[in-house]
């Protein structure tokens, strides 16, 4: 029964570095934010910085599929990340120099010029960490309307960077994007069903999480928890079934709304949030279910783009649960978004409710479906009706549910169904509602309006 495995559901659903923390006065916001980390201290921490290390010594395929990129001197998307996280690794000061060159020359990327200055300290000269800084600065001046998810991500990753050295400015940063940025806009607009971080955005959410979390030990998770703890698996299940064969390792594509072809720089960035989220709470179980997930290589990164996040975030020997172990119907009550696979082969039938606009992944292609006056979608997991207030239905085995899509947003509907007692069910934010039918039974179900 639907409700039993949706109980089940969403009941399962629902540490130090070196002492140099500035004093930061507290703001009418809430309690100062202020770093307490010794440099490396973006991504970096001691343990993942030795596992990459040893990743270098047993010459793991990861470490080998990175480094043939920057033996071959490769042209790199993001050059001067990729070779300050070489040196970081190897030692290897002459690529670690290239970093600080981009970044004294041509770089204007805030982000990459904060992970230079954090993990190439050892190689800038008093006059070269001075000019860094004021260019970051001058950076972090033109940005201070940027309020988009990845601009944020990168005035948080100089802030965190830049803290030792020029305190006012990172100092403001990081009240700023906590409490008014996060407390004040994102986290509200989370808690209320609303969705301000776009599926692309997700590895620069999870780059702000860790670079907060793991320098001043605030999580931003705890003030939006219902929106973490969904937010992993709701990802997974937004993938179409088929993957998608790449130059150099395959992909998953999620679903979108945009025509044309796949987007793998997209489907890259999809991949790394993954990995990032596995790395920030390797014991919950949603992350135990995604790192099952990212265990098939044929879809580990192997790109110039990918190389790099791929030995950066992953973990080979973090266990995993398999993830064909999850329900075939994922819906989120908040926002009203709802996937359904017929079952995990990629030649699976695909449905997807989400942004207001549904679809049908079928035979490897993707269409759009009516709100109203569609037939019946019947797939091996659920029965969708779209816009119906009449009808009979059957479960079979293996049906777990009844989904009703295209009905009014937040209306209390009057549910009869035969041989059962009128009662009232409320349409969630999305227009949708999940009936609890036995299998095996034909049944006629009407719906009506609710007085209001």
């Known amino acids: 029964m639907l409700g039993a495995v949706l109980a089940a559901w969403l009941v399962g659903w629902l540490g130090a570095g070196n002492a140099l923390a500035q004093t930061a006065a507290p703001t009418a916001g809430g309690d100062p934010v202020a770093v307490f980390t010794g440099h490396p201290r973006l991504f970096l921490g001691p343990a993942r910085l030795r596992l990459l290390q040893r990743e270098r010594e047993r010459a793991s395929m990861r470490w080998q599929q990175f480094e043939s990129y920057m033996t071959a001197e490769a042209p790199m998307p993001e050059s001067a990340f990729a070779a300050a996280l070489d040196y970081q690794v190897s030692g290897n000061a002459a690529i670690g120099r290239k970093a600080v060159d981009w970044a004294l020359g041509p770089g204007r990327d805030l982000r990459q010029l904060a992970l ?31 309020e988009g998810v990845a601009d944020v991500r990168s005035r948080v990753l100089a802030a965190v960077a830049l803290y030792d050295d020029v305190p006012d400015v990172p100092n403001r940063e990081l009240q700023w994007a906590v409490h008014t940025w996060w407390e004040g806009k994102i986290a509200p607009a989370l808690a209320s069903g609303r969705t301000p971080v776009a599926r692309e955005d997700s590895y620069a959410l999870w780059e702000i999480l860790h670079a907060i979390r793991d320098n001043t030990n605030v999580d931003l998770r705890e003030s939006a928890p219902r929106f973490f703890k969904s937010f992993p698996i709701e990802h997974l299940m937004s993938y179409y079934p088929a993957s998608y064969r790449g130059e150099d390792n395959d992909f998953r594509i999620a679903a979108t709304r945009k025509a044309g072809e796949p987007d793998v ?64 119907v994922y819906r989120n009550p908040e926002t009203g978004t709802i996937f359904v696979r017929s079952d995990w082969e990629e030649s699976a039938d695909w449905f997807g ?58 209306r209390t509907y009057q549910v009869e169904i035969d041989d059962e007692e ?24 009407r719906l009506r309006p609710a007085p209001r």
Request: proline share 4%; charged share 20%; aromatic share 10%.
């Open 422 to 445: 009128v009662y009232e069910e409320a349409a969630d934010r999305g227009g949708t509602l999940v009936l609890d039918l036995l299998h095996g039974k034909e049944v006629g179900v």
């Open 116 to 146: 230079v200055f954090d993990w190439c300290q050892k190689l800038l000269s008093e006059a070269e960490r001075r000019e860094l800084a004021a260019r970051m600065q001058k950076l972090l001046a033109e940005m201070a309307a940027s």
């Open 353 to 410: 409710y989400f942004d207001g606009a549904a679809q049908l992944f079928r035979d490897g292609r993707v269409q759009s479906v009516a709100l109203s006056g569609t037939p019946p979608l019947v797939l091996r997991s659920a029965v969708i009706y779209f816009g119906a207030s009449r009808f009979r239905v059957k479960l079979d085995e293996g049906q777990d549910a009844v989904i009703l899509v295209g009905l009014e947003a937040n």
């Open 265 to 328: 720089t997209q489907a890259t960035f999809a991949r790394a949030a993954e990995l990032a989220m596995v790395a920030f709470d390797t014991n919950a179980e949603e992350s135990q279910y995604i790192q099952g997930w990212l265990m098939h290589d044929r879809f580990a990164l192997r790109n110039p783009l990918g190389a790099p996040y791929e030995f950066l975030w992953a973990n080979p020997y973090q266990p995993g649960l398999s993830f064909t172990l999850l329900p075939l």
